[in-house]
Structure formats: structure tokens, C-alpha cells
């Protein structure tokens, strides 16, 4: 059989050779031969390897692909053939261990790793060697796979490498899992695109653009906490203290919105003393013993005033925006003090005090908007 099969292979088509290629792999896998028929049939597919139409051997992977009874020096040849050959082995054959595919992520480009990437298990070994050396694309289908194991380590690897490249942010920001420490510094790189094509095409002065920019990241900073647990907060403002993005300016932001885990983390940092002291001063609400940690966290005296009005008169809501009763207090309280009025300080508040004005306003807009709809639709 064999050989009266390598005589027909030398005279017949391309397609001929795929369609017998797919009908070989069928009748193995799924016919009732013989032992000498079996060897027959894994001689000829171990022929057609060597075949040197890509269609036909495509159709062998194709047939084998997902089959743990596919001989496996076969589904290893083919998984280290062109990609377009191996890919379907790549996404589907069960005989394919953990170290196989290893290597093959080293061995294959883009194409064959986002195969990979797409199996329906990824455990984290695969999932570790695809973030530490895997094209963005296929970075980007391992992101979007249900069935990756990423752990933090192989998440932080993917946001250090390919953060800056959209095609793998995207699905990393679209992540609920996604730590509040790198959604962070996922929003920062963005900012840092924006700030360049900005500044790059004469849009805004490179000035103007980077204080734009900062802004933007500490109100995403802002919403991030918002939405993260209380030990994610922590962690964020670890990040944030070792990138020097635990700013002055940030803090004050903070307090303004109602932030509490945020800040309380934030000033136990600054200050070397234990979350629960902090959050004990801040609790009592005394001027006096606001002011000193405030001072032992470091932060400019100008700002003391402001920040104590904010602490001492928070709720216990947490939010992402500016509380404009929180701002305006703090203003008139900076404000109180001989030759504060035009101060930089005072500056930041008034801007501050605009924003959470503009805010309500197109909250206000936006349901008398909706009131007005439905008052229509009545």
C-alpha cells in the first residue's frame, strides 16, 4: 500500500494529495483497521510531512489536530512546520505538553504563538513564555483568552512589555482582574502616547500637553481607586510612591473627592506610620493633630490649611470627582490666612472649584435631558 501510495503522491495534484492527506488522517483515527494497516497508514502520513504543498500538509493538521490518538512524532512534526501548517496543532493537539509548547513559542513568530495563545487551556508556564517573548499580537489574544492563567507576575510582564502598544493595552484595561497598580501605570503610557501625537502635531505646547496629561492621570488615578478594595489601594500607592507620582497635587485631589483609603494609605506611607493611626487622627478630626501628621508625611506647608479642612469635613463616601462642598471649604480655609489669596495654593483650589462646578452642571443637564425625554415619550 505503501508504495503504490508514494507512486500515486509523484503524479498527483496539489489538491488530490490534501483531499487523500484528510481522508489518511480520517481513516486512522476513526476506522477500524489492523495493526499492519495502522502502520501503514502512520508510514504514508509520516511521507506526506515531506510534501512540499503547504495545502497538503495543513490538511494532514487539520485532520489530526485535535485528537489525542494522533501519532505524536507526527502532531510534533507538524507543530514545527511553517504556521500556517501548524497552526491548528498549535491551538488544538492534546498531546502537546507543557515544555513542547515552551519551545514552540520560542521557535514560531507571531502567528504561530497567537495559535498558542488561543489553546483552550493556557497554563501559566505557556502563559509566562508567551508574555516574556510573544509579539504583541499574540500577546494580545493570550490577554483576551478566558482560558490563560495569568497570574500577577505574567499580567505585570505583559504591561512592562507591550503597555504602550494599543493592541495589547486595550484587552489589559478591559481586564476585571486587572491589578489597580498596573491599570495605573496602563493609564499613565496612555497619557504619555497622547502627550506626544498632542505636542508631535503642533496641537499644544509640549508644556501645556504634559500638564494636560498629568491631570488626566490623576483623575484616571482617581477613578481606579474608586473602584479597587482597600488592599488594592494600598498596593496602588506603593506604585505610586516608587514612580513619584504620590504628589502634593494628587493627595489634595484625593482628599477633595472623598478618597479616604486613598489618602489615609497615601499619608501612613509619607509619614511611616501604621494605616489604622492614620486613619484613627483623620477619624478625630483635630486640627492640630491633622497639621502634624501632615507635616510628618512631608507635605508643603501651604497646603496644610486645605488639606485639614478636607479631612476634617469628609463623609464616608467614596468617589472619583471633586466634592464642590469639599473644595470650597478648603478654599475659603486656605484663603483665611493674611496673603493666601493669590497664591499658587489657592490657584489650584479655584481650578479645582470650576471643575466640580462644570461637573455639576452637566450632571444637572444630563437629567433634565432624560426628564425630558420620558416626559416626550409619555
Known sequence: MVARFLSWLAAAPAAARAEAAAALAHAFLHAELTEEDR??????????LDDPSLA???ALAEGLAADPGAPPHIVLALARDAADVAAPILARAPSLGELDLVDLVALHGAAGQAAIARRA???????AA???????????????????????????????RH??????????????????????VLVVKLAEALTGLVAGRGW????????????ACDRATLAIAARAPDESVTALVGHLRASRQLTPVLLLRAALAGQGALVDAGLAQLSGLPFERVRALVSVGSEAGLVALLRKAGLPAATHAAFAAALANRGTA??????????????????AGAGRALDPVAALLRRFAAEAAREEALDRAAIEAEDE???SAA
Open 163 to 184: 503597555g504602550a502598544d494599543p493592541v495589547v493595552r486595550e484587552p489589559l484595561l478591559a481586564r476585571p482582574d486587572l491589578p489597580a497598580a498596573l491599570r495605573q
Open 130 to 160: 508567551l508574555a516574556a517573548v510573544g509579539a504583541p499580537s499574540a500577546c494580545a489574544v493570550l490577554v483576551e483568552n478566558p482560558g490563560a492563567m495569568l497570574t500577577a507576575g505574567i499580567l505585570t510582564r505583559l504591561v512592562a
Open 121 to 127: 487551556l493556557v497554563p501559566p508556564t505557556v502563559a
Open 204 to 215: 499644544l505646547g509640549r508644556d501645556r500637553a504634559e500638564a494636560a496629561a498629568r491631570e
Open 318 to 335: 467614596y468617589g472619583d470627582r471633586l466634592d464642590r462642598d469639599l473644595v470650597e471649604h478648603a478654599l475659603a480655609a486656605h484663603c
Open 56 to 58: 497538503v500538509r495543513r
Open 39 to 48: 502502520a501503514a497508514a502512520t508510514t504514508a502520513m509520516t511521507l506526506l
Open 373 to 375: 425625554i420620558q416626559l
